[in-house]
């Protein structure tokens, strides 16, 4: 007996019943980019491994048990399936000197992959929406992302969702930080799990996004990096939170959030909601100023933000938000010239925007009409050896009882036009 063929663990089908509603999320999410004035961006989903260990960071979890890594046997090259897309996004910029005519604002979508734990929200292969802006370096463009996103909400009618947002100060300000939280967590050796005594000379301020109930009365207890900042990053965060304020934007301040890529610096932030459990962030982001001369092109600021769509889709479906694409025309056809006829008469009616599906394969009218009705269209438009001789087509509304007219060929999408648009 064959083996059942089926997706990899973590890897899945959008079925067609699912697909409208992404469609909807990623047409407001371009509209929205549009109106920040954003570039489209299309990026590669390989990119050499060692782009990802140099900007996610050496141990982080991504880079240390996540990632999709092999030696292409061809040329013995290292690559790697990208697990997020800004480092793919920098090395763009860098290569292509993106930024040599000025400040540019990009953005992509696509699929990215990590060889994660699978749960609800949390699949091994997902999708993405990143916008990044290079060269800015003024908080209002940190409040300007937020704001995106805060408008991008509003249009998707998401309400469950809190702003968590933090500075994690500048590269010497972690440094000093750093050396402080291993002092006190080294105190607190005993109360730290299995986890956190790996990362804790490696990636210390990880240890604060713990969920481990045992310690988070410790961890609250822990050095704030907030008094280490030095004075323009806390100028800096102050005046993005200036602008949130001003732009009646509600936000926690969160002095645990520290997102888990090394490239961050200064403004971070997630949104979240408690609508989806333990993977509750929907869309995260920040500032990295110096990721880019990091992996060998000029200094330049720069900000970004990542949204997960298989939580926003989850998100909207706990919100009971069903779509579904559905003809406005069934074309039933009964002998041979209504069904030679109808082929050309179902282009005419698309011709002016209205979807059309078109009976193929002949069957009774009764058959046709059940088919039709299942197919969800509004309207069944009937041809059959009467309508061909007097050309005119029978309309019903399969949505609405006793609704039926007769309407002559040349005035068919007229009168749909008038009813569905």
Not at 47 to 67: A, Y
Not at 162 to 168: A, D, G, Q, V
Not at 263 to 271: G, I
Not at 362 to 389: H, N, P, W, Y
């Amino acid at each position: 007996m064959s083996k059942k063929l089926q997706s990899i663990k973590g890897f899945y089908d959008v079925l067609p019943d699912k697909t409208p509603l992404w469609h909807f999320v990623e047409d407001q999410m371009r509209e929205m980019l549009n109106l920040y004035a954003y570039e489209k961006i299309n990026l590669p989903l390989v990119e050499p491994t060692s782009l990802f260990v140099d900007s996610v960071g050496t141990h982080t979890d991504i880079v240390e048990k996540e990632m999709y890594s092999w030696v292409d046997p061809l040329n013995e090259d290292q690559l790697t399936l990208r697990p997020e897309g800004t480092a793919g996004c920098v090395r763009s910029v860098i290569e292509h000197n993106l930024t040599y005519n000025g400040p540019i604002r990009l953005w992509y979508q696509g699929p990215m992959f990590r060889h994660e734990n699978v749960q609800k929200g949390r699949q091994r292969q997902f999708n993405q929406v990143g916008a990044e802006a290079f060269g800015f370096d003024d908080a209002n463009v940190d409040a300007e992302q937020i704001l995106l996103l805060a408008r991008l909400w509003k249009a998707l009618d998401i309400k469950d969702v809190e702003l968590h947002i933090n500075s994690i100060g500048d590269p010497d300000d972690r440094l000093k930080y750093r050396a402080e939280l291993i002092r006190y967590f080294e105190v607190h050796h005993d109360v730290l799990d299995e986890d956190a005594k790996r990362r804790l000379h490696q990636n210390p301020l990880r240890i604060l996004d713990s969920k481990n109930p045992a310690m988070q009365e410790m961890i609250e207890g822990a050095p704030k990096l907030s008094e280490y900042l030095n004075s323009n990053a806390k100028a800096h965060f102050d005046s993005v939170c200036g602008y949130l304020k001003e732009a009646g934007i509600p936000f926690k301040l969160n002095h645990r959030l520290v997102r888990g890529l090394d490239y961050y610096n200064r403004t971070v932030y997630e949104w979240v909601t408690n609508r989806l459990g333990s993977q509750g962030t929907i869309a995260g982001g920040g500032r990295y100023d110096y990721l880019i001369e990091r992996l060998g092109g000029d200094k330049t600021s720069a900000c970004g933000f990542g949204i997960g769509l298989e939580r926003i889709i989850l998100l909207l479906e706990e919100m009971g938000v069903i779509l579904q694409n559905e003809p406005n025309i069934y074309l039933v056809n009964l002998g041979d010239a209504a069904e030679s006829y109808a082929l050309k008469l179902s282009e005419t009616l698309r011709s002016h925007g209205l979807k059309v599906v078109l009976n193929s394969g002949g069957s009774s009218f009764k058959s046709q009409m059940k088919r039709a009705d299942k197919s969800g269209a509004t309207f069944a438009v009937i041809l059959g050896d009467d309508e061909m001789k007097e050309g005119v087509a029978q309309v019903k509304s399969l949505r609405v009882e006793n609704v039926q007219a007769t309407i002559k060929f040349d005035q068919l999408a007229e009168f749909f036009l008038k009813k569905l648009l």
